[in-house]
């Protein structure tokens, strides 16, 4: 579905990505972690056709990105910006849902029916003015508007940033449900957390190059790769990580609960 | 050093305070963390500390805020500036010059610090900050943590007294977010600078502030210590705010009878607590 070979990238004179080739498959969820100025958001960019690389090939569904138009690609294509405010632009919530619908859709009672479905799903008021909306509604919104079109492919940058826990959970459920229905995700993420709940594979990127790509447990275990990557585990894998030898593969607070749970009763056991 | 007595505000059109009965003392070399959910009245708390409420939102607007004793009603808001540096949420509406080393000569020209002084305290800034090498750096080509940074070290190098930053790590990866906030802890300990900063992540605010401070509908919900407040962790839980995994977890092991301790906020205590249960 997504395929990138010895994709190389510069602005100006600056070398931004180098010799990145992955493939993705349809359905997946994938996560591309990394410190800043990593190259995260060059590559979410490239993937959706706003950039197109200085050599190596990018392609989507069989189309060369760097001879498709964004148009084209657009159709496939939902991107989420990392500051929804770069992407709202009309003045009523009905009016912004309908941006996108209008412009790849003619049947108008297709698009009346998307735009309730969507307004229901995400609990908005038509009428509501979108920049009177809280941050994590403006960023719903933005991604209500991107659901609408049902595209195959989702590229989110940085979805929950400066949202707060419960808008988070709104968000990345949203997204959740919109993969087991068959949507491919890619998501650009500094929360570590929010990666190992919902990504199933990371590609992980240091100095614009990219240095593993695996299932997300697998490379949380990496421990040389997330130095290198300038990443902190999430909580649980640092606490596992440090009690050491029987604690391997312990990623969330269920595990490590019922893991001590076990060790606390052998260890009474053996004093009884 | 800060004051706040019965403070009400509500933005002109506003179905709701932003700011109800709000109380509040913060004292100097204080490390306070504010947090809470989205509309919870953060941000408006630092509009009316540094005097953006009332002198350019309107509303209506009850109660005083006192900086050293000067009521910010009758304070302009930059002669506040001399006394508080503010680093706002979106990076992007704060820096106004092309390159790095403008962008902090510009609020010293604004200030009038005297010609003599000012490439130390560009360069000390700088150094401070850890971007010295950024200093002849176009703005635009850096990444949203580097901004951050810039920002930071434009408003230091006006040394003011009150830092105020309102989601200062919202665009930094956790490594940069954890070396931004051991840059204000050193601000803090070694220079006497007074952080406030609001910020969505918990896990950041137990680790280095000494105070957090809890809002929720415009109201201060909890005040206290960081033990104090993470020992709460059921009512943040209520509120929408997401405790570290490692309260979690004590949270947890209490529940099922196998820990009596306190909560742990961070992962060395949690190793603590799990060695104690586990270790012969």
């Given at each position: 579905m997504?395929?990138?070979?010895?994709v190389?990238?510069?602005?100006?004179?600056?070398?931004?990505?180098?010799?990145i080739?992955?493939?993705?498959?349809?359905?997946e969820?994938?996560?591309?972690?990394?410190a800043?100025?990593?190259?995260k958001?060059?590559l979410c960019r490239?993937l959706?056709g706003?950039?197109k690389?200085?050599?190596g090939?990018v392609e989507?569904?069989?189309?060369?990105t760097g001879?498709t138009?964004?148009?084209?690609?657009?159709?496939q294509i939902?991107?989420?910006f990392?500051n929804p405010?770069r992407?709202?632009?009309?003045?009523?919530?009905?009016?912004?849902?309908l941006?996108?619908?209008?412009?790849l859709?003619?049947?108008?009672?297709?698009i009346?029916?998307?735009?309730?479905k969507?307004?229901?799903?995400?609990g908005f008021?038509?009428?509501d003015n979108?920049?009177n909306?809280s941050?994590?509604?403006r960023?719903?919104?933005?991604l209500a508007?991107?659901?609408?079109?049902?595209?195959?492919?989702?590229?989110?940058?940085?979805?929950?940033?400066g949202?707060?826990y419960?808008?988070?959970?709104?968000?990345?459920?949203?997204?959740?449900e919109m993969n087991?229905?068959g949507?491919?995700v890619i998501?650009v993420?500094?929360?570590m957390?929010?990666?190992l709940?919902?990504a199933?594979?990371?590609?992980?990127?240091?100095?614009?190059?990219?240095?593993?790509d695996?299932?997300?447990?697998?490379?949380f275990c990496?421990?040389?790769?997330?130095?290198q990557?300038?990443l902190?585990?999430?909580?649980?894998?640092s606490?596992a990580?440090?009690l050491g030898?029987g604690?391997?593969d312990?990623f969330t607070?269920e595990?490590?609960t019922?893991?001590?749970?076990?060790?606390?009763?052998?260890?009474?056991?053996?004093e009884? | 050093?800060?004051k706040i007595?019965?403070?009400?505000?509500?933005y002109?059109?506003?179905?709701?305070?932003?700011?109800?009965?709000i109380?509040?003392?913060?004292?100097k070399?204080d490390f306070l963390g504010?947090?809470g959910?989205?509309?919870a009245g953060k941000?408006?708390?630092?509009?009316?500390i540094?005097g953006?409420?009332?002198?350019h939102?309107n509303?209506d607007?009850y109660g005083s805020v006192?900086?050293?004793?000067?009521?910010?009603?009758?304070t302009?808001p930059s002669a506040?500036?001399?006394k508080?540096g503010?680093?706002?949420q979106d990076?992007?509406?704060?820096?106004?010059s092309?390159?790095?080393?403008?962008?902090?000569?510009?609020?010293?020209?604004?200030f009038?610090?005297?010609?003599?002084?000012i490439?130390?305290r560009?360069?000390s800034?700088?150094?401070?900050?850890?971007?010295?090498s950024?200093?002849y750096?176009?703005i635009?080509?850096?990444?949203g943590?580097?901004?951050?940074?810039v920002?930071l070290?434009?408003?230091l190098?006006?040394?003011?007294?009150?830092?105020?930053?309102?989601e200062p790590?919202?665009e930094?990866?956790?490594?940069?977010?954890?070396?931004?906030?051991?840059?204000?802890?050193?601000?803090n300990?070694?220079?006497?600078i007074?952080i406030?900063?609001?910020e969505?992540?918990?896990?950041?605010?137990s680790e280095?502030a000494k105070?957090?401070?809890v809002?929720d509908t415009g109201?201060?919900?909890?005040?206290?210590?960081?033990?104090?407040?993470?020992d709460?962790?059921?009512l943040l839980?209520?509120?929408?705010?997401?405790?570290p995994?490692?309260?979690s977890?004590?949270n947890?092991?209490k529940e099922?009878?196998?820990y009596t301790?306190s909560?742990c906020?961070?992962?060395?205590?949690?190793?603590?607590m799990v060695r104690?249960?586990?270790d012969?």
């Amino acid at each position: 579905m997504i395929r990138l070979q010895n994709v190389c990238f510069n602005y100006d004179r600056d070398r931004t990505l180098t010799d990145i080739s992955f493939h993705i498959n349809k359905g997946e969820f994938a996560a591309i972690i990394g410190a800043n100025g990593a190259g995260k958001s060059t590559l979410c960019r490239l993937l959706n056709g706003l950039l197109k690389p200085s050599s190596g090939s990018v392609e989507i569904n069989g189309l060369d990105t760097g001879h498709t138009k964004s148009s084209v690609l657009a159709r496939q294509i939902g991107f989420l910006f990392q500051n929804p405010d770069r992407q709202i632009c009309r003045n009523t919530v009905a009016e912004e849902i309908l941006f996108g619908l209008e412009l790849l859709y003619k049947d108008r009672e297709f698009i009346a029916e998307r735009l309730e479905k969507v307004l229901s799903m995400f609990g908005f008021s038509a009428e509501d003015n979108p920049f009177n909306l809280s941050r994590g509604e403006r960023q719903r919104l933005a991604l209500a508007s991107l659901i609408a079109v049902e595209p195959e492919i989702l590229i989110l940058d940085e979805p929950t940033t400066g949202l707060d826990y419960k808008e988070c959970i709104e968000i990345m459920e949203i997204v959740r449900e919109m993969n087991k229905k068959g949507t491919t995700v890619i998501m650009v993420c500094h929360d570590m957390e929010v990666v190992l709940d919902y990504a199933e594979r990371v590609l992980v990127l240091s100095g614009g190059k990219l240095i593993a790509d695996g299932e997300t447990r697998s490379v949380f275990c990496m421990n040389d790769v997330l130095e290198q990557a300038s990443l902190i585990p999430p909580q649980m894998a640092s606490l596992a990580g440090r009690l050491g030898s029987g604690f391997e593969d312990v990623f969330t607070v269920e595990e490590m609960t019922e893991l001590i749970l076990e060790k606390s009763n052998e260890k009474r056991r053996v004093e009884v | 050093m800060i004051k706040i007595s019965n403070l009400t505000f509500r933005y002109k059109d506003g179905r709701k305070n932003a700011l109800d009965n709000i109380n509040l003392s913060i004292n100097k070399g204080d490390f306070l963390g504010i947090t809470g959910t989205s509309g919870a009245g953060k941000t408006s708390l630092t509009y009316a500390i540094n005097g953006v409420i009332p002198h350019h939102y309107n509303g209506d607007y009850y109660g005083s805020v006192r900086i050293e004793g000067e009521d910010t009603f009758d304070t302009s808001p930059s002669a506040l500036s001399l006394k508080i540096g503010s680093v706002f949420q979106d990076i992007d509406t704060q820096l106004v010059s092309s390159v790095v080393e403008d962008e902090i000569l510009y609020g010293l020209e604004n200030f009038s610090v005297p010609a003599v002084e000012i490439e130390q305290r560009i360069s000390s800034a700088l150094e401070a900050v850890g971007i010295s090498s950024l200093r002849y750096r176009s703005i635009e080509s850096l990444s949203g943590g580097q901004k951050q940074k810039v920002a930071l070290a434009a408003i230091l190098a006006l040394r003011p007294k009150i830092l105020l930053l309102d989601e200062p790590t919202s665009e930094l990866d956790p490594e940069s977010s954890v070396q931004f906030y051991r840059i204000l802890r050193e601000l803090n300990e070694n220079h006497g600078i007074t952080i406030i900063v609001v910020e969505q992540k918990i896990m950041l605010l137990s680790e280095f502030a000494k105070n957090i401070l809890v809002m929720d509908t415009g109201k201060i919900v909890i005040n206290g210590s960081v033990r104090e407040v993470i020992d709460r962790s059921s009512l943040l839980e209520e509120i929408g705010i997401n405790c570290p995994r490692v309260t979690s977890l004590s949270n947890r092991l209490k529940e099922e009878g196998v820990y009596t301790g306190s909560v742990c906020i961070n992962v060395e205590e949690a190793e603590k607590m799990v060695r104690s249960i586990i270790d012969d």
